[in-house]
């Protein structure tokens, strides 16, 4: 029997590539006859460049940046290699019987397909294309035209500088944390020579609406009286003005794909403040003036691309103005409700304001980048698996991702996860995403840390009660 082992990682637990290898121990050890491939996975957060990286013959690079209290850090990003440059970063990717190998064999002789569509139409419903592009005749490296020259793709997490995880729970600080650490990954990706970064919002310590991030790439952002604000969410709230004046070209120029597993948008109720800064050590009072803050700077982002419109159309020169020509019908100048918006603190809301950026939902892109329908196709049966299997898995997921693949080539999708919710809106959800039965990887009581501690063994041993019963119900 042909598994294909297709997880994410149990987050503080085990890497995506760590369970993979657990569910092929334990495969084997249930149906030593049977074949796996492994496929470890990433909506976007922790894993997004070690999987793309690895895809695609890449190499990962090593950075001193600073993480979002401004300590100095050693963070990694990466560069793709051959298959990266010319097919699949993008979720419009043609179906292919090639297998990753093909690809990148195909790549190397020049013969690997383009990126996206020629007509750069997003064919998700969830996500709007709301990134600039640029006026005829300059290019646009979201999406590469057939006979394009070859373009260098960074692969950056934002949590890798600006994470959470990386902040211990007594130095968590909502309304200082900022993501200029993410901006210096950014800043020397483009020096090395990428020419689009794809970056994933997942899993950051900051509410700040990837303000640093922009600063470290050359915005500033201005007080009433003119007087620079300090870093943080928290002094957004103070936001009158935006200046570019120290924005290259080369970044402006750069397009960024934001892989994103969210819908939230910037401010309000469902926006970046209320729903995810509590879990960043925000309390109410907090919360309430990180949204404030937000909408601040969604105000000013407005009257920034307003004023560089304007100065389009009275055909006066401005680098603002360059960037946004042609853009106006197909934008939005409010960005505070764009889907996506509210990913990371607000940095996608502010990436999608401030530079040459997108949003795709970040498991469509990985998948496409994989080949993973081809994959699914190979395989009698996909594992797949998460920390915690629950009512958010079925939106944009990496387990319902693959397991929506795994359905449409007819194949069954198991899931496995720490914690699993059996509720009946849960299970029916998963049912219509092509997930038919679900598993716990507890073995019975034990602490937290001895749960964690014992992810592999768990994933291993459960992984080998699955393939021993589907031996016997295909033997049988």
Known sequence: MRYLLAPDSFKEAASAQTVAEAMRKGVMAGDPNAECRLMPLSDGGEGLASALVQAAGGTMRSVRTTDA?????????????????????????????????????????????????????????????????????????????????????????????????????????????????????????????????????????????????????GYRFLDEYGRELPFGGGANINMAAIDDSNVSDEVRATPIILACDVTNPLTGPQGAAYVFSPQKGADPQQVELLDQGLAKFADAIADYRRRAININHSHETSSAAETLRGTSHRITIDIRNVPGAGAAGGAGGGLLGLFNARIEPGIDLVLNLLHAREACAWADAVITGEGSIDAQTSYGKVPSGIARLAKSQGKPAIA?????????????????????????????????????????????????????????????
Do not use: W
Not at 141 to 160: C, D
Not at 167 to 194: K, Q, V
């Open 69 to 217: 209290l401004g300590r100095p850090i050693t963070a990694q990003y990466g560069f793709l290699g051959s298959i990266g440059r010319r097919s699949d970063i993008s979720n419009r990717t043609k179906d292919s019987d090639a297998t990753v190998s093909d690809r990148a064999k195909a790549s190397s002789n020049g013969d690997s397909p383009d990126i996206g569509s020629p007509d750069g139409d997003s064919q998700n419903g969830d996500f709007p294309d709301c990134g600039n592009s640029f006026e005829s005749g300059r290019p646009d490296n979201h999406s590469i035209s057939a006979g394009s020259p070859t373009v260098r793709t960074a692969v950056i997490e934002l949590a890798s500088a600006s994470g959470l995880e990386a902040i211990a729970p007594a130095d968590r600080d909502p309304m200082a944390a900022s993501t200029y650490g993410t901006g210096m990954l950014i800043r020397d990706a483009i020096n090395a020579g990428a020419g689009r970064i794809v970056l994933g919002l997942g899993g950051s310590a900051t509410t700040d609406g990837g303000t640093g991030l922009a600063r470290a790439l």
């Open 416 to 476: 496995i996860g720490g914690k699993v919710a059996h509720d009946p809106q849960t299970i029916a959800a998963l049912r219509e995403a092509g997930i038919i039965a679900t598993f716990g990887v507890t073995p019975g009581p034990a602490s937290l840390p001895e749960l964690l501690a014992g992810t592999e063994r768990n994933v291993e041993s459960t992984c080998a009660a699955i393939a021993g019963l589907l031996r016997m119900t295909q033997n049988g």
